[in-house]
């Protein structure tokens, strides 16, 4: 298995309801692709030396934009009121813009790069 900022399982534990139609590869892809706009923000990958006690920050950016986007595959599986899902998505993008600011800052990928 390829070296992510984030799992399958950490995205299922966040998100308890995911759709059946959804296996690992698919939650995988979601993984691959937040990894796709962390890495295009920050204008670096740190997947060869991701550390995950390390790069926690990376680990949650991930995780909520994969599960934003299983959330969004079938909000009615993961959530039996819509107002929940509605609700959880706009936490999960609340989170995910404040993390994707800091990582647009030039000074914040300095500091993860040292560690």
Same mark, same amino acid.
């Given at each position: 298995?390829?070296? &992510?900022?984030?799992?399958? @399982?950490?995205? $299922?534990?966040?998100?308890?309801? !995911?759709?059946?139609? #959804?296996?690992?590869? *698919?939650?995988?892809?979601? !993984?691959?692709? /937040?990894?796709?706009?962390?890495?295009?923000?920050?204008?670096?990958?740190? !997947? %060869?030396?991701? *550390?995950?006690?390390?790069?926690? #920050?990376?680990?949650?950016?991930? &995780?909520? #934009?994969?599960?934003?986007?299983? !959330?969004?595959? *079938?909000?009615?599986?993961?959530?039996?009121?819509?107002? *929940? %899902?509605?609700? &959880?998505?706009?936490? =999960?993008? @609340?989170?995910?813009? $404040?993390?994707?600011?800091? =990582? /647009?800052?030039? $000074? &914040?990928?300095?500091?993860?790069?040292? =560690?």
């Amino acid at each position: 298995m390829a070296v &992510t900022y984030t799992t399958a @399982a950490l995205v $299922r534990k966040l998100v308890k309801n !995911i759709s059946s139609d #959804l296996v690992d590869a *698919d939650v995988d892809q979601f !993984i691959y692709e /937040a990894e796709a706009i962390i890495d295009g923000t920050m204008k670096v990958s740190l !997947i %060869a030396t991701f *550390d995950a006690s390390k790069h926690a #920050l990376l680990r949650s950016c991930a &995780t909520n #934009l994969a599960a934003l986007e299983v !959330i969004s595959y *079938d909000p009615g599986t993961a959530f039996l009121e819509l107002d *929940d %899902a509605k609700l &959880t998505i706009e936490l =999960l993008q @609340a989170a995910i813009d $404040r993390i994707l600011t800091l =990582l /647009a800052d030039p $000074r &914040t990928v300095a500091y993860l790069k040292s =560690l």
